[in-house]
Every structure is written in C-alpha cells, then in structure tokens.
C-alpha cells in the first residue's frame, strides 16, 4: 500500500483488488479465510475503489460503449484515469446541488457510459437510485417518493423506453425532487437539444465546471454509509427498495475478484441492465475493481437484434475473455450460428437470475464449446451470493461455493412454505438462508422485513437447494415461482390478479411458456365458474387491460376444467408448465405439419411426460413419404425451446 493520499481524502490509495489464489475447492475458499476480514479486505467505499483503480490502470480502456451491433462502427471508449475524473466531477456537481450522505439521486438510463457516472459519483456524493424504465409512472413515482429523491438523472431522448417524456411527467409528482439532469444521447451535436424548462439542466454541462481530481465536499465516507436503494419485484409486482451499504457492494466486488480471478488482463460484455443487481455489482463494479475492461453492447443492450444476430462477430473482434448472460439470453444466442466467428478468447462463460435448464446447458456446450458456469445472487445481498469458479465444471442447476466469510445453511420448509429452524442433510432440498457480509441493510421500509430474515437473523431467500460432496450449492427452483422473460423478473401475481377479477373466472395461475428468444413468455391457465361462460379470447383482453407492463401482459390464456393441485390444496405449477410447453409444441407442430402440406389425421400426437419432458409421435405409415422431412424439420423447429422434447414414432 502506498502512502499517497487524494488531497483531502483520508484514506491513503492502495492497490486494486486482485485474487490471491485460484479457487477450485471449498478448501481454498477456507484458505481465504485464514486471514481475518479486516485484514484482507481494507477498502471502506466504492469510491474508494475507483480511486485506487484510476490511479493503478491510468490509461487502460475502462468503458468501452458500442453506439451499434455492427461490428465495423467505432466505439467510444474510457480510461480508467478518465472514468475516475468523470465520477470526481459528478459527485462534486451532484454536491452543489445539495446532495449529501441521506439524499437519493434516482437514476432512468439505458445502457451508456454515463450510467457509470450516475452510479458512482452518485454513491460518492449521496445515495444513488437505479430505476427500471419498464415500469409505469406510478410505481415510479411511488419508488422515488419512498426514497426521498432529490435528483433524476434521466436520458434525454425518447428512444429508449420513452425515458424523456417519463421524466418530464416525474418532476412534478414526486415532494422531494428539486432538480433533473438530462444526459444527452452519445454523439448528440451540442446546442441542439433546445431550452429546457425551470429545474432542468444539462448533465455534462453542469459536469464538466467541477474539479475532476477530488470530492469538494471532504466527504469521508464509511462502510456502514448507506450507498444505493435497488428496487426488488422486476417489472411488476409491489416494489420494494432494498438498501446497499458501501460495505456489502464493497465486498461483493472483492469476493468476486477472489472466486472467479478476475484480473487486469479481462474483458467482459455486460449485457445486464444497469437498473439491476447483476449488472451493476457482480459484472460492473468487481470488474472494474480488477482492471477488467467492461464493454456496454449500445443503449439497447442485448435487446438490441442487431447485437445478438452479431454477438460473435463482436466476440472476435473485441476479444472478451468471458461471457456472462442470463439463461434466456443464452438460449437466444444459441440460435445464432457462429459462421466462423474466432471465439476462443472466452475461457469462462457463466450465467445466474435463473436456474440453468440441463438441455440448454447442453446444447450451449456441445454448439460453441463453452461449459456454461452458473452463479446465484440476489439483490438482498447485493448482486452475489456463489460462484462456481473458471476451471469448476458443474451439473445445471450447481451454482457453486459460497464466497469467502459467509454462513449458509439449508433448513426444511415448514407447513407454510417458509424457512423452519431445522437443517436438512447434505444433498436434501429445503430453502437456502445465508448470513454474510454483503447482506443488504433491510428494506426502506422496515415492514418489508419481517418476512427476510428468520427469528435467529438468517436472511431467507426464497430459493430451494441443496449442498453436493463439495459442498457446492445446487437450486432446484423458487418458492416465488417468477416468470422469467429476457432476463425481466415478471411476478405472477399481477398477471393472476388481473384475471382472477373477471366474475366467470374460478381459479387462474400464470406461468412461464418456452419460447426461443425470450426464454419464457408469460401465459395463464383458467377454471370457470361453474354454468358460466367466456371465450379464451374474452379473457386474454380482460387481464391485458389490466397488466400495466407490457413484458407481464399473458401471450395466451387456456380454460381448463381442472386446476391441478398438490395434495395440500395448492395449485401445482410444475404441471401448468408442462401443459404450457406441450400447447407451444403442438402449435409448432401445426406449422410443420401445414408447411409439408400433411393432412390433419396424419400429424403426430403430442403428450407430455412428466413435467419435464414433451414427447412428439410420429406416425410414420399415416405421414408415409413425408415422415422422414417431417422429423427433420421438428427437430430443427423444436430444438431451439429451452423444453426438453423428444420426436420418436408412435
């Protein structure tokens, strides 16, 4: 450690985070942990730990933004010097206007470099307050009242998510917002975005006035100082602000570098929103801790079509050294073909939000020969909670160690479905609790708490696992049951309350549907009332009228006569999901058979088995010349859902 300090900041500048051994086993977690904590982990803020990088990487590339998913285009790209002199300027603009340690700066960007800056000069200067732009201006607004915003840093353009107009429609609706800073689209022409109204101003312009080379304000900030709100719920659901000390993002990003050995040497495309946990902690803040370059794939991220039709064009010409995507991403990416595309800078490839289906995993490895590495974080512990290192290969579904200093436990489910003061065996399932350092500092609102944590102080989250030989974890699924769609969090329950508010409705339960390029798509089964009546269709346009975000809005809704229950009374949605799966198989299954030109009596049946399998049968003497086309055209047509399915003959 040097001696060096930054002007009137206290803290002397020290060395960037780097790992201090491969980790391959829980021994060497243990190993880590031979040194005490406040030894091995001295950094106290996240500005602590971009000071240390600018001054250690200097000119490295940072930030590197592609502005389009064509390979060819220029990027724009920071240095780590750059990137610490912007944060500086931030957090001292955002001081000027009266920020301090207890004020919120809520944060409505796409994907772009300033993201960075809002971030971190936001937590530098106050407490900053990422929010998702899917939602509506209500819950929004709910969201910055709850948090006592006092800034908006909001983009300036339409062109995502309608951002602009959002904001503009915020100001005047939340008590405590004094001021909105609009941050111009990259490359915009200055002096062309036109007058703004009282209490708006340019972010780069107020920016660029303030001294790039230290915090003005002094500010000495500890590791218990509150450093973000995130929101819990995804898109729909009642939101929840979660608080995120400077400690807990602190030791994520160090317990990151130690698990998965990030380094100076790495580069990373984060395609995770920067509103979301995962993208902002794990893939952003431990990656710049190391030296990491962290490339933003444009505004869009990977909802951008141009970036995901591109992705390996893009992997060989910028080199990244891992790939990091939720499964449904993954999916996506599997159906883009690598026409030749030199992959072979990536050597770790992991995923997390959601449980890795097998076939997926499979079918990953077998086309691009990638092991896909899966992780499990959570927004309550700030972005991570285990890692399944480079060079630990584990069955879909392992997500690996606990990280350095954590407790974790596995208990059994009492009778209401919640976590019981009873550890289960190695290798029996129950909830997963964990107590670390990273645990988040409750919920804003002190009510929210009672169902986080057990009685003994353990933070119960929700996820069903189990612990392996190696004492890795393994998930079997969510006690939440959340539909996951392109990586949005969709709660069931907005879509079910919706419904379950038409009068001929008796029972309703929404689940996910496989579909190739989202993953799962939110669809809901139905009971009636007995002796009433209402089409499919009647039904569909009732719950849409009354789902606010559209990623929630059902695709389809199914009547059925039964409601499957398990033998306590509740609805039982592993096989809605399977009913699900088998409606999009037979619909795909029509198209093939329409596009040979097969007549109805002779297309396959298609049934599920289990809830985890659906089976196409073929009947080969009915389809008679055409049975061999037809098979390979299901199988083309069927392999890209992340379902396992199997065509065979009847």
Not at 131 to 142: H, I, Q, R, S
Not at 216 to 227: E, H, K, N, Y
Not at 474 to 487: A, E, P
């Amino acid at each position: 450690m040097t001696t060096r300090h930054d002007n009137n900041y206290s803290t002397p500048v020290s060395a960037p985070f780097r790992p201090a051994l491969p980790v391959r086993s829980l021994a060497d977690i243990r190993k880590l942990e031979e040194t005490p904590l406040e030894q091995a982990l001295t950094v106290r803020s996240t500005y602590e730990i971009f000071r240390n990088a600018g001054h250690a990487f200097g000119d490295k590339t940072a930030l590197t933004f592609l502005r389009t998913g064509n390979p060819a285009d220029e990027p724009i790209r920071w240095s780590y010097a750059e990137l610490l002199a912007r944060i500086h300027q931030t957090a001292n603009m955002l001081h000027t206007l009266g920020v301090g340690p207890d004020d919120a700066v809520a944060v409505l960007l796409p994907g772009c470099l300033e993201y960075h800056l809002a971030l971190w000069g936001g937590e530098a200067a106050g407490i900053v307050q990422p929010l998702n732009p899917l939602l509506t201006d209500e819950k929004l607004v709910a969201l910055m009242t709850a948090g006592r915003a006092k800034v908006l840093i909001a983009y300036g353009s339409d062109s995502e998510s309608g951002m602009w107009s959002k904001a503009m429609r915020l100001r005047d609706q939340v008590p405590t917002l004094t001021t909105v800073l609009r941050v111009a689209p990259h490359d915009e022409a200055p002096g062309t975005a036109g007058t703004l109204p009282e209490g708006v101003a340019e972010f780069d312009v107020l920016r660029a006035a303030q001294p790039d080379d230290r915090l003005v304000s002094g500010r000495d900030i500890a590791p218990t100082d509150i450093a973000a709100y995130f929101h819990t719920g995804g898109t729909t659901g009642a939101p929840k602000l979660a608080r995120h000390s400077h400690g807990a993002q602190v030791f994520t990003a160090w317990a990151s570098v130690q698990v998965a050995g990030m380094n100076e040497n790495g580069i990373s495309i984060n395609g995770y929103p920067l509103f979301h946990v995962a993208g902002v902690l794990p893939a952003s803040l431990s990656s710049l801790s190391a030296g990491v370059e962290v490339i933003i794939p444009t505004t869009s991220l990977l909802r951008n079509k141009e970036v995901l039709a591109n992705y390996w064009k893009l992997v060989a010409k910028y080199r990244p050294t891992s790939l990091s995507a939720v499964p449904t991403v993954l999916a996506a990416l599997a159906n883009v073909p690598l026409a030749g595309a030199d992959i072979s800078s990536i050597t770790y490839c992991r995923t997390g939000a959601a449980v890795l289906a097998p076939e997926l995993a499979a079918r990953f490895e077998r086309l691009f020969g990638l092991h896909v590495h899966e992780s499990l974080g959570m927004t309550e512990m700030a972005g991570i909670s285990t890692i399944t290192p480079p060079g630990v290969d584990g069955p879909a579904g392992c997500v690996g160690f606990r990280l350095p200093y954590m407790q974790m436990r596995v208990v059994a489910l009492d009778e209401n479905g919640n976590a019981s003061d009873r550890e289960v065996a190695p290798g029996e399932q129950g909830m997963v609790l964990f107590k670390s350092p990273n645990v988040f500092s409750g919920f804003v609102d002190p009510a929210d708490n009672a169902k986080a944590f057990t009685a003994d102080g353990w933070l119960a989250t929700g996820d069903l696992g189990w612990i392996d030989s190696e004492e890795r974890l393994n998930l079997t699924g969510r006690s939440k049951d959340l539909i996951i769609r392109s990586g949005h969090n969709i709660d069931p329950k907005t879509i079910e309350d919706a419904l379950g508010a038409h009068p001929a409705v008796q029972l309703c339960a929404a689940v996910g549907a496989p579909d190739a390029y989202a993953g799962e798509l939110p669809v809901i089964f139905a009971t009636l009332v007995p002796g009433a009546s209402a089409t499919e269709e009647e039904l569909l346009a009732f719950t849409a009228e009354r789902v606010d975000e559209a990623p929630a809005k059902p695709k389809w809704v199914s009547v059925i006569e039964t409601m499957p229950m398990t033998n306590v009374g509740k609805i039982y949605k592993p096989e809605l999901r399977a009913m699900a799966a088998r409606q999009v198989v037979s619909a795909t299954v029509v198209e093939v058979c329409v596009s040979l030109g097969l007549p109805e009596a002779a297309r396959p049946v298609v049934k599920t088995e289990g809830e985890s399998l659906v089976r196409v049968l073929i009947d080969n003497a009915a389809a008679g010349a055409l049975a061999a086309s037809l098979q390979e055209r299901l199988q083309k047509a069927l392999e890209p859902l992340p379902f396992k399915t199997r065509i065979g003959a009847q």
